[in-house]
């Protein structure tokens, strides 16, 4: 049996692209960010503008999260991305930082914030991550 989407209209697929997306993001400290999105993770929507698929999103997330220098306090959807980002489980992540991986669970359900000291280790794992370069995959 044949899926239908509603808003679209052909084959399956026929409006995702196949080539890559050159994408320019504007980070909150005002760096530039340049990067391919896959074109397995774009689409095109009723206007012909491109849009991103659940996959691409993650990814743009992710990389926001490697590259942007937060003192603040983290909100549970930048410390998963983050963890995904550095190619994590709650489990390894835990380790790498010094905490429980219940801990872990709790920060990205948001019923806990992470400590000062919990949120230095995640900086220094980031900052060491971003200039060693990280594969970023979906």
């Not at 835990?94 to 900086?123: C, Q």
Request: net charge positive; aromatic share 6%.
């Amino acid at each position: 049996m044949r899926s239908h989407t509603p808003g679209r209209r052909g084959a399956p697929g026929a409006n995702l692209l196949r080539q890559d997306v050159p994408y320019a993001m504007k980070l909150a400290d005002g760096r530039r960010v340049y990067i391919e999105i896959p074109g397995r993770w774009t689409v095109r929507d009723r206007s012909g503008q491109i849009a991103f698929t659940p996959q691409g999103a993650r990814f743009l997330d992710r990389i926001r999260a490697l590259m942007i220098k937060t003192d603040g306090p983290a909100t549970p959807g930048y410390l998963r991305s983050l963890r995904e980002a550095l190619g994590l489980t709650q489990q390894e992540l835990a380790r790498k930082i010094g905490v429980n991986k219940l801990t872990i669970s709790r920060w990205e359900r948001g019923e806990l914030r992470p400590s000062a000291m919990s949120m230095r280790a995640l900086r220094v794992l980031r900052d060491r991550s971003a200039k060693q370069g990280v594969l970023l995959a979906g």
